[in-house]
């Protein structure tokens, strides 16, 4: 990941901020780990099979922002899924690749400036290339329930979300806090980005 500055601790994240503006994104900080820990309990269980099947698909991500999660992916939400979360997790699961291509189309002037295009992917359609991409549940979420916090089950995806994230805080000029099982990132509205290892994780 280019342009990436990995700092020791969350203070270092916002050291260069105003106060009112750094308690503000402390604030993002510990909702995005509160998401992230969300996802992956979310993950868990789909996984497992155990407590509702079908079992989700390892390859799955969850992305939650707080009363929203969503599967990667498109037509692959289990109806059985969405009402075991909501009961048990207090989680609404979704999934709306069309939502985060209306997006991205119409924006993608903006997103351009920012040096962010979709990448497309050797299985694309002809018809919709960049899809696989674009579903990825870090944009979904982005776009399902626009949050300064989110968090992942997995690790980010570094050859798009990443990019595409660095360009959309630049767009809404707006930090935004994503929390994965490595750490933290922080997107600055100005391009940049820092980002701090979880404590159990090594550099």
């Given at each position: 990941m280019t342009d990436l500055q990995v700092v020791a601790n969350f203070e270092e994240l916002v050291s260069n901020l105003e106060p009112e503006v750094a308690a503000s994104i402390m604030t993002c900080i510990e909702n995005a780990l509160d998401y992230q820990q969300k996802a992956l309990s979310i993950y868990s269980i789909l996984l497992s099979g155990q407590l509702v099947k079908p079992k989700m698909e390892k390859k799955k991500t969850i992305a939650v922002s707080e009363n929203v999660g969503v599967v990667s992916g498109w037509n692959s939400l289990n109806p059985k899924w969405t009402v075991f979360i909501a009961?048990?997790?207090?989680?609404?699961?979704?999934?709306?690749?069309?939502?985060?291509?209306?997006?991205?189309?119409?924006?993608?002037?903006?997103?351009?400036?920012?040096?962010?295009?979709?990448?497309?992917?050797?299985?694309?359609?002809?018809?919709?290339?960049?899809?696989?991409?674009?579903?990825?549940?870090?944009?979904?979420?982005?776009?399902?329930?626009?949050?300064?916090?989110?968090?992942?089950?997995?690790?980010?995806?570094?050859?798009?979300?990443?990019?595409?994230?660095?360009?959309?805080?630049?767009?809404?000029?707006?930090?935004?806090?994503?929390?994965?099982?490595?750490?933290?990132?922080?997107?600055?509205?100005?391009?940049?980005?820092?980002?701090?290892?979880?404590?159990?994780?090594?550099?």
């Open positions: 009961e048990n997790n207090g989680i609404l699961l979704v999934q709306n690749e069309t939502l985060i291509t209306e997006f991205y189309q119409n924006r993608i002037e903006e997103f351009k400036r920012y040096g962010y295009e979709t990448k497309k992917w050797d299985l694309d359609s002809e018809l919709n290339p960049g899809r696989h991409y674009r579903s990825h549940a870090e944009k979904q979420i982005s776009v399902i329930k626009p949050c300064n916090s989110i968090g992942v089950s997995k690790g980010i995806c570094e050859e798009d979300c990443y990019p595409y994230l660095c360009a959309l805080a630049q767009i809404r000029k707006q930090h935004i806090v994503v929390a994965d099982p490595n750490g933290v990132f922080l997107f600055y509205s100005n391009g940049q980005v820092k980002f701090v290892y979880h404590k159990n994780k090594s550099k």
